[in-house]
């Protein structure tokens, strides 16, 4: 057997430098040498050098005893001064000769041989082979000037040789400016020392003030002594004539008489011209450049005040007002200083309001990254009370721009763990990158589930957006329009909250259920309780039901127009309570009645009384077909504990799932539906939403509606015959952020018979609107394009998606559009018309509000206040309004379907019937849905009809432009008491048009009365035939292109065109309010799940099972 360990090779030697030269011959008999490294260091120079150059404290010692060295040598020079006697004369040995005693002499010769000692050495130590470079240098020439003749008449004194040479004219006064040297350098080894690097500024004023102090001090020791044998001025005179001459004033009282001193005053003159303006230039540069990077926000002041960090990629001028008019309209925030940290240099317009006195005081702007610790540390990120990373979401590569959030986010989580982060994100497949993150709002999330609610809810972006907004609802009040007033008043109400037990609105309702405090809270306070918290859970519960009962610990959240701390309130009479409520509310509902008045700050708002009237009063009269009833329809009570029999009762799932009330209709449906949660989730984080699905996955290739398959053969959406209308979604690509518009028109509470197919349109031409439905479509929705992003000026992002809504709105004027967009001030572009005086009127109302300071001065624009247009940037406060309500974010997830928390409610809406106008009062309303379905309202959409026809307000304002004044005025009087929003098409034949106008106008001054009544009917005629001329025109080309499809133009109705209507939103409306026909209440309805019996989870659970689920219903198409 071969033995392995000969095989086995002996290891390698560990080379020395020896053996890579001469080989490893021997290398096991060497002895290893030991290698000393930095031997040059451990010679005399270099410890030297070490002491007195490298060493930071130690260098920073030398320098210091130099300069003190150097400023004793100018106090001796002044005490010799300060002792001589002036001579008689005017020889010119008084230049060169001076009176100096002999201890004064022996201190000046000392400190000259320390100095010149000191300087030799250092330029030995420094010397680096060039010899003259060590002597030319300007400070190595003064100290010889200065230190030399002293050392020469010492050793001249000593010998006995020419004891007067001890009183030779030195000028030692020059010191200065080695004292200046000294200095720079010690500030130098300074900030080396404690590692301050952001020092520039200071070193530049310190370096100015030292030169003019130089100057100012050789100019008085020159002048003095020059004039020895003149004037004989002392070291005052002197001072005065430096100031004055130096200041350009030179009153002429104080004047040098001989020529060397004339001479010497030129030349400092002339030193004075090229130094000075060299410093104040350098001065300047850097004064500039700090105000570009902002400087440093001090440790000081981080330490005694409390500021917040905002991290931006740019800087807009609207950003930064929405961000400041938003985080300072709390009462709390107003100490707060504001630290905005953007790695861009500072706009125009922003540079231009932070002059402003109102914000220079409290913000402060940091050119800087978020990516360096260094400009961390500027702005005191570990010191700040928190830190808002927005993005930019006017880049082309949205995705790109969260990459960018995201690092900002690490890299201030990695420099400061405990700063609470406020970030915002794009994408919703980046979220759980920055999952540490306390607060987090995704756009695209909210942005898809607020255009989905729209379809099914109508305007709740304009609900969301007045909730999330700061407003002490002042806008609009001094509008002579109605609408406007009651509008502008509820866009003040917020949402609040107090922990029961500290809370004046619900303390008496402990351990009574929540709809029975919701219900009394608003009848007695005129506040909305939506949504309870348990001290023990984290999670919020938006209108738990009547089975909820209220704990002293609870968190309770309100919607108000203010909170309860800022309220007062006053009792109104007992009579007149008792009075009122006996009329109306019996048995144990009835509770007295008060008033409350709201104020907030210098402003107080007497709210509407909330007691019901009688009978005979003009808010509750009966309607003309029910006054010969003899009693009211009743209305039960709202029970302060629920009864079990009575929510079993209750129909709570009768109009949420009709397929489940009985077996028999379950099979009838052969259960193409199943309810459970999407067995694939689109990006990590999403939150798991039970909703519709189909029992089997459809097809990829049956997702095309435009082509035929080998399943089917449609190739329209009318030939799929579908029972409910389309809705048709236009975006530019199919992110994942579609996912969270899908779901909220699938969720499970939904009915099925109301479940509206979903066509998904990436581009728009007409061809593929008519082939997917848009003539009998239930509502379009544009999406924002990404592409637009990239044009040069911001506010032009918006300009495709508004000529394509524009372009819809013409041809299709009965669609119902839904778009959102980018900036907030191109919404008043939507729906546009050019001469429709109304939009004018309101455009004006718009900036009258923006100059009172309000922060929703966009609010009374009629597409966004029907809810028909949105900014998600108004969203940007729901970040900002997380610093103080921490709970606003996961309140707006749960309204708008983004999360779901067992028991927790959700949002929907009802509409007012002709049988339901018997209720009356938005009071009577809120306790019919208490007491029956448990449900919540929060608020009303109501829809107004113009008084006017087309025609009528078409021709009343076209006319307007052709009148006299006196005649405009009348118009304008008539169009004031009929809104109207009617005429906007008036673009063609513009020649015809006004030939027409002059040809009435002349008929109605010359002719008889009657003439002009007809001319002025046939001119009204002939202009309804324009407007009609040129929709017909837009009608024929629709048909035309339907015809060339081989589409049915049944339906296509080009006239009805709402033009004649607008729509508001009235939040936590009074409760008197009147219910009118056609209104929209908002409800916070209870989960229906939380009330079915415990078998009924097992069979929802059984048919939630099935594999292969989708619940995208619009896989049919």
Same mark, same amino acid.
């Given at each position: 057997?071969?033995?392995?360990?000969?095989?086995?090779?002996?290891?390698?030697?560990?080379?020395? !430098?020896?053996?890579?030269?001469?080989?490893?011959?021997?290398? $096991?008999?060497?002895?290893?040498?030991?290698?000393? !490294?930095?031997?040059?260091?451990?010679?005399?120079?270099?410890?030297?050098?070490?002491?007195?150059?490298?060493?930071?404290?130690?260098?920073?010692?030398?320098?210091?005893?130099?300069?003190?060295?150097?400023?004793?040598?100018?106090?001796?020079?002044?005490?010799?001064?300060?002792?001589?006697?002036?001579?008689?004369?005017?020889?010119?040995?008084?230049?060169?000769?001076?009176?100096? &005693?002999?201890?004064?002499?022996?201190?000046?010769?000392?400190?000259?041989?320390?100095?010149?000692?000191?300087?030799?050495?250092?330029?030995?130590?420094?010397?680096?082979?060039? @010899?003259?470079?060590?002597?030319?240098?300007?400070?190595?020439?003064?100290?010889?000037?200065?230190?030399?003749? !002293?050392?020469?008449?010492?050793?001249?004194?000593?010998?006995?040789?020419?004891?007067?040479?001890?009183?030779?004219?030195?000028?030692?006064?020059?010191?200065?400016?080695?004292?200046?040297?000294?200095?720079?350098?010690?500030?130098?080894?300074?900030?080396?020392?404690?590692?301050?690097?952001?020092?520039?500024?200071?070193?530049?004023?310190?370096?100015?003030?030292?030169?003019?102090?130089?100057?100012?001090?050789?100019?008085?020791?020159?002048?003095?002594?020059?004039?020895?044998?003149?004037?004989?001025?002392?070291?005052?005179?002197?001072?005065?004539?430096?100031?004055?001459?130096?200041?350009?004033?030179?009153?002429?009282?104080?004047?040098?008489?001989?020529? &060397?001193?004339?001479?010497?005053?030129?030349?400092?003159?002339?030193?004075?011209?090229?130094?000075?303006?060299?410093?104040?230039?350098?001065?300047?540069?850097?004064?500039?450049?700090?105000?570009?990077?902002?400087?440093?926000?001090?440790?000081?002041?981080?330490?005694?005040?409390?500021?917040?960090?905002?991290?931006?990629?740019?800087?807009?001028?609207?950003?930064?007002?929405?961000?400041?008019?938003?985080?300072?309209?709390?009462?709390?925030?107003?100490?707060?200083?504001?630290?905005?940290?953007?790695?861009?240099?500072?706009?125009?317009?922003?540079?231009?309001?932070?002059?402003?006195?109102?914000?220079?005081?409290?913000?402060?702007?940091?050119?800087?990254?978020?990516?360096?610790?260094?400009?961390?540390?500027?702005?005191?990120?570990?010191?700040?009370?928190?830190?808002?990373?927005?993005?930019?979401?006017?880049?082309?590569?949205?995705?790109?721009?969260?990459?960018?959030?995201?690092?900002?986010?690490?890299?201030?989580?990695?420099?400061?763990?405990?700063?609470?982060?406020?970030?915002?994100?794009?994408?919703?497949?980046?979220?759980?990158?920055?999952?540490?993150?306390?607060?987090?709002?995704?756009?695209?999330?909210?942005?898809?589930?607020?255009?989905?609610?729209?379809?099914?809810?109508?305007?709740?972006?304009?609900?969301?957006?007045?909730?999330?907004?700061?407003?002490?609802?002042?806008?609009?009040?001094?509008?002579?329009?109605?609408?406007?007033?009651?509008?502008?008043?509820?866009?003040?109400?917020?949402?609040?909250?107090?922990?029961?037990?500290?809370?004046?609105?619900?303390?008496?309702?402990?351990?009574?259920?929540?709809?029975?405090?919701?219900?009394?809270?608003?009848?007695?306070?005129?506040?909305?309780?939506?949504?309870?918290?348990?001290?023990?859970?984290?999670?919020?519960?938006?209108?738990?039901?009547?089975?909820?009962?209220?704990?002293?610990?609870?968190?309770?959240?309100?919607?108000?127009?203010?909170?309860?701390?800022?309220?007062?309130?006053?009792?109104?009479?007992?009579?007149?309570?008792?009075?009122?409520?006996?009329?109306?509310?019996?048995?144990?509902?009835?509770?007295?009645?008060?008033?409350?008045?709201?104020?907030?700050?210098?402003?107080?708002?007497?709210?509407?009384?909330?007691?019901?009237?009688?009978?005979?009063?003009?808010?509750?009269?009966?309607?003309?077909?029910?006054?010969?009833?003899?009693?009211?329809?009743? @209305?039960?009570?709202?029970?302060?504990?629920?009864?079990?029999?009575?929510?079993?009762?209750?129909?709570?799932?009768?109009?949420? &799932?009709?397929?489940?009330?009985?077996?028999?209709?379950?099979?009838?449906?052969?259960?193409?539906?199943?309810?459970?949660?999407?067995?694939?989730?689109?990006?990590?984080?999403?939150?798991?939403?039970?909703?519709?699905?189909?029992?089997?996955?459809?097809?990829?290739?049956?997702?095309?509606?435009?082509?035929?398959?080998?399943?089917?053969?449609?190739?329209?959406?009318?030939?799929?015959?579908?029972?409910?209308?389309?809705?048709?979604?236009?975006?530019?690509?199919?992110?994942?952020?579609?996912?969270?518009?899908?779901?909220?028109?699938?969720?499970?509470?939904?009915?099925?018979?109301?479940?509206?197919? @979903?066509?998904?349109?990436?581009?728009?031409?007409?061809?593929?609107?008519?082939?997917?439905?848009?003539?009998?479509?239930?509502?379009?929705?544009?999406?924002?394009?990404?592409?637009?992003?990239?044009?040069?000026?911001?506010?032009?992002?918006?300009?495709?998606?508004?000529?394509?809504?524009?372009?819809?709105?013409?041809?299709?004027?009965?669609?119902?559009?839904?778009?959102?967009?980018?900036?907030?001030?191109?919404?008043?572009?939507?729906?546009?018309?050019?001469?429709?005086?109304?939009?004018?009127?309101l455009s004006k109302l718009e900036k009258k509000e923006r100059e009172r300071g309000s922060n929703l001065a966009f609010m009374f624009r009629l597409p966004f206040a029907a809810g028909r247009v949105f900014s998600i940037s108004m969203l940007d406060t729901l970040l900002y309004q997380s610093f103080v309500k921490d709970y606003m974010i996961s309140i707006t997830r749960l309204l708008l379907g983004l999360d779901t928390t067992p028991g927790s409610g959700f949002l929907c809406s009802?509409?007012?019937?002709?049988?339901?106008?018997?209720?009356?009062?938005?009071?009577?309303?809120?306790?019919?849905?208490?007491?029956?379905?448990?449900?919540?309202?929060?608020?009303?959409?109501?829809?107004?009809?113009?008084?006017?026809?087309?025609?009528?307000?078409?021709?009343?304002?076209?006319?307007?432009?052709?009148?006299?004044?006196?005649?405009?005025?009348?118009?304008?009087?008539?169009?004031?008491?009929?809104?109207?929003?009617?005429?906007?098409?008036?673009?063609?034949?513009?020649?015809?048009?006004?030939?027409?106008?002059?040809?009435?106008?002349?008929?109605?001054?010359?002719?008889?009365?009657?003439?002009?009544?007809?001319?002025?009917?046939?001119?009204? $005629?002939?202009?309804?035939?324009?407007?009609?001329?040129?929709?017909?025109?837009?009608?024929?080309?629709?048909?035309?292109?339907?015809?060339?499809?081989?589409?049915?133009?049944?339906?296509?109705?080009?006239?009805?065109?709402?033009? &004649?209507?607008?729509?508001?939103?009235?939040?936590?409306?009074?409760?008197?309010?009147?219910?009118?026909?056609?209104?929209?209440?908002?409800? @916070?309805?209870?989960?229906?799940?939380?009330?079915?019996?415990?078998?009924?989870?097992?069979?929802?659970?059984?048919?939630?099972?099935?594999?292969?689920?989708?619940?995208?219903?619009?896989?049919?198409?």
């Amino acid at each position: 057997m071969v033995d392995l360990e000969s095989e086995v090779p002996p290891l390698p030697p560990r080379y020395r !430098f020896r053996d890579l030269l001469l080989g490893d011959q021997g290398w $096991q008999n060497d002895d290893r040498v030991q290698v000393e !490294f930095y031997m040059n260091e451990n010679t005399f120079k270099e410890r030297l050098k070490l002491f007195f150059i490298k060493n930071q404290r130690s260098s920073l010692r030398i320098r210091l005893f130099n300069f003190s060295l150097k400023l004793l040598s100018c106090l001796l020079y002044i005490i010799r001064v300060l002792l001589e006697n002036p001579s008689q004369g005017n020889e010119w040995s008084h230049i060169f000769w001076v009176n100096r &005693s002999l201890p004064l002499w022996g201190l000046q010769v000392s400190v000259a041989l320390i100095s010149l000692f000191e300087t030799i050495l250092l330029g030995y130590l420094s010397y680096k082979g060039n @010899i003259w470079e060590q002597i030319l240098r300007i400070p190595f020439i003064l100290e010889i000037i200065n230190a030399v003749p !002293f050392i020469i008449s010492f050793r001249f004194v000593l010998q006995i040789f020419w004891p007067s040479l001890r009183n030779l004219f030195v000028p030692v006064f020059l010191n200065c400016w080695l004292a200046k040297h000294a200095l720079e350098n010690m500030i130098n080894d300074l900030h080396r020392a404690i590692q301050r690097t952001q020092s520039a500024m200071f070193n530049q004023v310190l370096i100015l003030i030292s030169t003019l102090l130089c100057l100012i001090f050789t100019c008085i020791c020159g002048i003095q002594h020059l004039e020895r044998i003149g004037k004989k001025l002392n070291l005052f005179d002197s001072l005065y004539f430096c100031i004055v001459t130096f200041s350009t004033v030179g009153f002429g009282d104080v004047t040098p008489e001989t020529w &060397s001193s004339k001479l010497f005053v030129v030349a400092m003159i002339c030193v004075a011209l090229v130094v000075l303006p060299i410093q104040f230039e350098q001065l300047a540069y850097l004064w500039m450049e700090r105000q570009k990077s902002g400087g440093n926000y001090s440790r000081h002041r981080a330490q005694t005040e409390k500021h917040v960090v905002l991290c931006v990629s740019s800087l807009k001028i609207d950003l930064l007002m929405d961000f400041l008019n938003e985080f300072y309209a709390h009462p709390r925030l107003q100490d707060y200083y504001v630290v905005i940290l953007c790695p861009t240099e500072m706009d125009v317009q922003v540079r231009r309001v932070l002059q402003i006195p109102m914000w220079s005081q409290r913000v402060i702007y940091l050119q800087g990254s978020a990516l360096k610790d260094q400009d961390l540390l500027r702005a005191k990120m570990d010191d700040a009370e928190a830190c808002f990373i927005l993005s930019s979401r006017c880049e082309v590569d949205r995705t790109s721009s969260d990459h960018q959030t995201i690092l900002r986010a690490w890299a201030v989580k990695d420099f400061a763990p405990n700063c609470p982060l406020y970030v915002q994100i794009l994408k919703p497949e980046n979220k759980f990158h920055i999952k540490f993150a306390d607060h987090v709002v995704c756009e695209e999330e909210f942005k898809y589930a607020m255009l989905a609610l729209n379809c099914i809810c109508p305007a709740t972006s304009t609900l969301i957006t007045l909730l999330v907004h700061t407003s002490r609802g002042q806008e609009g009040q001094q509008s002579p329009e109605q609408w406007q007033k009651m509008y502008g008043r509820c866009s003040g109400n917020e949402v609040y909250h107090i922990v029961l037990e500290e809370s004046t609105f619900f303390a008496e309702y402990e351990g009574k259920s929540f709809t029975y405090a919701s219900f009394h809270a608003h009848k007695k306070f005129g506040v909305c309780l939506i949504g309870v918290r348990r001290e023990d859970n984290k999670n919020i519960l938006l209108n738990p039901g009547p089975r909820y009962i209220m704990n002293s610990t609870d968190i309770c959240f309100y919607i108000n127009i203010t909170k309860e701390e800022n309220s007062a309130f006053k009792n109104q009479d007992q009579q007149r309570k008792s009075n009122v409520s006996r009329s109306f509310y019996h048995g144990p509902s009835r509770l007295p009645v008060h008033s409350i008045i709201a104020s907030m700050g210098t402003v107080a708002i007497d709210l509407q009384d909330t007691s019901c009237r009688s009978a005979s009063g003009p808010t509750l009269s009966l309607p003309t077909e029910g006054s010969k009833e003899i009693r009211r329809p009743s @209305i039960a009570p709202v029970l302060e504990v629920a009864d079990t029999s009575s929510i079993q009762t209750c129909d709570l799932l009768s109009d949420q &799932s009709e397929d489940e009330t009985t077996p028999d209709e379950e099979m009838s449906s052969n259960l193409e539906y199943a309810k459970g949660y999407p067995p694939y989730s689109p990006y990590i984080g999403s939150s798991p939403t039970f909703c519709h699905l189909l029992h089997e996955k459809v097809p990829f290739c049956c997702l095309r509606l435009d082509k035929s398959c080998q399943h089917n053969y449609y190739e329209d959406a009318k030939a799929y015959g579908f029972k409910n209308k389309l809705i048709i979604v236009a975006a530019e690509t199919a992110g994942n952020g579609l996912y969270n518009f899908i779901v909220p028109l699938r969720a499970y509470y939904r009915p099925k018979k109301e479940l509206n197919p @979903i066509v998904l349109l990436l581009d728009n031409p007409l061809d593929d609107l008519l082939r997917c439905g848009v003539t009998f479509a239930a509502n379009m929705v544009v999406v924002d394009k990404e592409s637009t992003m990239s044009a040069e000026e911001d506010y032009m992002a918006d300009a495709k998606t508004i000529v394509n809504v524009q372009t819809l709105f013409r041809l299709f004027s009965s669609l119902s559009i839904i778009t959102e967009l980018t900036h907030p001030a191109n919404m008043r572009f939507m729906q546009f018309r050019a001469k429709d005086c109304y939009s004018l009127a309101l455009s004006k109302l718009e900036k009258k509000e923006r100059e009172r300071g309000s922060n929703l001065a966009f609010m009374f624009r009629l597409p966004f206040a029907a809810g028909r247009v949105f900014s998600i940037s108004m969203l940007d406060t729901l970040l900002y309004q997380s610093f103080v309500k921490d709970y606003m974010i996961s309140i707006t997830r749960l309204l708008l379907g983004l999360d779901t928390t067992p028991g927790s409610g959700f949002l929907c809406s009802m509409k007012i019937t002709a049988d339901d106008l018997w209720i009356r009062t938005y009071a009577r309303l809120y306790q019919k849905l208490c007491s029956s379905t448990g449900d919540v309202p929060i608020g009303i959409y109501r829809t107004e009809s113009q008084k006017l026809t087309t025609s009528e307000s078409q021709i009343s304002i076209s006319v307007e432009e052709w009148e006299d004044t006196k005649d405009s005025k009348e118009q304008g009087h008539h169009r004031s008491n009929h809104r109207n929003s009617t005429s906007s098409d008036q673009s063609d034949h513009p020649l015809l048009r006004r030939k027409s106008m002059q040809w009435a106008r002349r008929l109605s001054r010359k002719g008889p009365k009657h003439s002009g009544k007809t001319a002025e009917k046939i001119t009204q $005629q002939r202009l309804n035939l324009y407007r009609r001329s040129e929709r017909q025109e837009l009608a024929e080309l629709v048909k035309n292109r339907m015809k060339h499809l081989g589409l049915s133009t049944v339906g296509y109705d080009e006239m009805n065109d709402h033009q &004649s209507t607008l729509s508001y939103i009235l939040i936590n409306p009074s409760p008197d309010t009147r219910i009118e026909l056609n209104d929209v209440v908002y409800l @916070i309805r209870p989960d229906p799940l939380a009330y079915l019996p415990n078998s009924e989870p097992s069979r929802r659970n059984s048919i939630c099972n099935v594999t292969g689920q989708d619940s995208r219903e619009e896989t049919q198409l």
